[in-house]
């Protein structure tokens, strides 16, 4: 009997058509899931940037004003749109192939089911690109496309009542897959005006930035000179603390106003649970127009960070990865963007004020700032120190280890300098005295104190201890420095006061607190309250600082280190002889602590293909 074949061009069209909606509906499905809304999340356009990148074309930035805005999830408009692209994308990879592979397989028994197959099996490896190994995904990818080569050869040979009945089946199927996100979406924003005045905000994050290598914190090298100008004419808080010594958790602190403990994202396999509140999404409900141009992966918007934010630039970065991140998106490409959304801002004459978050990554390791910031603070140097993390290791040469510092040194001057061409900027446009700019870091840096190099190993003071600089001309008094602790949680509260927008009010001293009306009250500096402030280290170290002594607990062995930072600021000496009455207060406040404070219990997985995960292991933070 002759074999029966379908007409060429008809079957390729038909079935990427079919598995183009297939795809598209996965695509949603997982799009729902990570609580990301954007065209460029689409698993379609992420595996088609890494083409674009071997051909250095970064094809997010071509059009970021129609591939980054957040979608709702729960517009069905917006889910039209999202399902469209991915639909559209796919359909353009497929038919190609479905034609190509429908003419080779013309002349085989069976060729049509074959062809099928092998698009279907293209079809699903789109759909599901980096997800899986690329081992699992070629396993799964075969054996569906072995379950389709059976079923179209069924299909073909039987009914055409069975034909149209798993068609109808197949169409039902792809629609509620596409309408799953809807389920699945997280809260749509309802925007208000700006009240008339309200300020611009100018949030700034420097990695790895410690509070003791800022002049304006008397260190004797000028490191900072942009910086220290602000907080001559702001106030500055000489203790601030960051609850955890590496960059994910601790600006989702300072996003979300909570302790790692409580948001829950405690490793680089977590992402923020959907119905957590952040800075820009509250700023962005009262009427601000809301940018943040980054420079790290931990702040990839996949774990939750680009939420409220109109444009959030986190693909620059995404097109190179380890070391080259680092070195390819540096302060100055940062500064550059963010120059260019004030002008675009000024140029728009838009009315409603601007809430702009920058995170500079170029202190981080290694430590290589270009010139002349690499020369400036040791330029006698003739030795082999190159700032490169790995070499730095006890019992090194300490002539060494001083220029290793002294290139950490330049990168913070490199940065502050980008800085001050932002600054530069808000004074050309007449906006600066508008603007309440914040300066801070997430965490500090090590250099041998305790033995160890860079970050992400302790909980000392040397990693936890970040500056803060706020100004706000005619409501932060000038020259103001605030003594006692203060934690990095307590930030975005603040700037909510300053802008006089409602923060949430603490229930207890544990919670964040708005820390406005210790520099914009009149009279002499008051020092902050007295407030514990806790540390915690992928959920394996902990830590309680109380202003006066500090406990650093290891949660595995049970290790116990005492400090009292009054005599010992620097944590050298651990006092296991401390009075039995405060090493147990120490102890109560902290068991406390950890027994009530609870992660948001919709945290998920953070949806990494397998390229991030290997630009996380480059930097030492994915095993």
């Known amino acids: 009997m002759a074999v029966r074949r379908m007409p060429v061009l008809p079957l390729p069209f038909a079935s990427s058509v079919s598995f183009s909606l297939f795809s598209a509906a996965v695509n949603l499905y997982a799009l729902g899931g990570s609580g990301a809304g954007r065209v460029r999340d689409l698993r379609i356009i992420r595996l088609a940037r890494r083409v674009a990148d071997q051909l250095d074309w970064n094809l997010l930035a071509s059009a970021p004003a129609w591939v980054h805005p957040e979608r709702s999830l729960r517009s069905i408009g917006d889910v039209a749109l999202l399902f469209a692209v991915a639909a559209t994308a796919t359909f353009c990879v497929l038919f190609p192939i479905a034609v190509a592979v429908s003419f080779a397989a013309r002349r085989l028994p069976r060729g049509s089911a074959i062809a099928v197959s092998i698009v279907s099996m293209a079809a699903l490896g789109l759909a599901t690109g980096g997800l899986l190994s690329p081992m699992m995904n070629a396993v799964v990818c075969s054996l569906a496309a072995l379950l389709v080569f059976v079923a179209f050869s069924l299909l073909t040979s039987s009914s055409q009542w069975l034909s149209r009945s798993a068609t109808a089946g197949l169409?039902?199927?792809?629609?509620?897959?596409?309408?799953?996100?809807?389920?699945?979406?997280?809260?749509?924003?309802?925007?208000?005006?700006?009240?008339?005045?309200?300020?611009?905000?100018?949030?700034i994050s420097i990695d790895s930035?410690?509070?003791?290598?800022?002049?304006?914190?008397?260190?004797?090298?000028?490191?900072?000179?942009n910086i220290d100008s602000l907080a001559a004419d702001g106030a500055l808080f000489e203790t601030?603390?960051?609850?955890?010594?590496?960059?994910?958790?601790?600006?989702?602190?300072?996003?979300?106003?909570?302790?790692?403990?409580?948001?829950?994202?405690?490793?680089?396999?977590?992402?923020?649970?959907?119905?957590?509140?952040?800075?820009?999404?509250?700023?962005q409900r009262s009427g601000y127009t809301t940018a943040g141009f980054v420079s790290a992966t931990y702040l990839d918007g996949i774990y939750g960070f680009s939420r409220g934010f109109d444009e959030y630039d986190d693909y620059t970065l995404l097109r190179v990865a380890g070391e080259k991140s680092r070195a390819a998106v540096t302060s100055r490409d940062v500064a550059q963007r963010a120059i260019g959304f004030l002008n675009r801002h000024a140029a728009a004459r838009d009315a409603r004020p601007f809430f702009l978050f920058l995170h500079f990554f170029d202190v981080h390791y290694n430590y290589n700032?270009?010139?002349?910031?690499?020369?400036?603070?040791?330029?006698?140097?003739?030795?082999?120190?190159?700032?490169?993390?790995?070499?730095?290791?006890?019992?090194?040469?300490?002539?060494?280890l001083h220029h290793d510092v002294a290139l950490y040194d330049g990168e913070i001057a490199w940065v502050d300098a980008n800085i001050g061409s932002i600054l530069d900027t808000l004074r050309r446009h007449g906006i600066e005295d508008n603007t309440i700019i914040a300066i801070t870091a997430d965490h500090g840096e090590e250099f041998l104190e305790h033995g160890q190099a860079a970050h992400y190993k302790t909980l000392y003071d040397e990693v936890l201890r970040v500056p803060l600089v706020v100004r706000y001309p005619g409501h932060v008094f000038s020259g103001r420095r605030v003594q006692g602790q203060v934690r990095l949680m307590d930030v975005a509260p603040t700037l909510l006061t300053l802008a006089r927008l409602p923060a949430a009010k603490p229930r207890s001293g544990n919670q964040a607190r708005s820390l406005a009306c210790l520099i914009t009250s009149p009279g002499p500096p008051r020092a902050a309250p007295l407030l514990p402030a806790f540390g915690d280290l992928r959920g394996e170290v902990a830590s309680v600082r109380t202003g006066g002594a500090k406990l650093i607990r290891n949660l595995r062995t049970h290790r116990e280190e005492f400090y009292d930072l009054v005599s010992d600021p620097g944590e050298r000496t651990n006092l296991d002889a401390l009075p039995k009455t405060q090493?147990?207060?120490?102890?109560?406040?902290?068991?406390?602590?950890?027994?009530?404070?609870?992660?948001?219990?919709?945290?998920?997985?953070?949806?990494l293909d397998e390229e991030e995960k290997a630009t996380l292991r480059s930097l030492g933070y994915m095993q």
Request: charged share 20%; glycine share 6%.
């Open 369 to 400: 700032p270009p010139q002349p910031y690499a020369r400036m603070f040791d330029s006698a140097y003739t030795g082999r120190a190159t700032g490169d993390v790995d070499s730095i290791h006890q019992g090194m040469a300490s002539r060494d």
């Open 240 to 283: 601030v603390i960051s609850p955890t010594s590496w960059t994910l958790p601790a600006h989702m602190t300072l996003m979300t106003s909570l302790a790692p403990e409580e948001h829950g994202v405690i490793t680089n396999r977590l992402r923020l649970g959907s119905n957590v509140d952040t800075l820009p999404m509250r700023l």
């Open 583 to 607: 090493r147990d207060q120490l102890r109560v406040i902290l068991d406390r602590w950890r027994s009530t404070a609870t992660a948001n219990p919709s945290n998920a997985q953070a949806d």
């Open 171 to 203: 169409a039902i199927a792809i629609v509620a897959c596409a309408l799953a996100p809807l389920a699945k979406g997280q809260r749509e924003s309802v925007r208000h005006a700006a009240r008339a005045g309200a300020p611009n905000i100018l949030l």
């Open 209 to 225: 930035l410690r509070a003791d290598h800022l002049h304006a914190y008397g260190y004797p090298r000028r490191t900072s000179p």
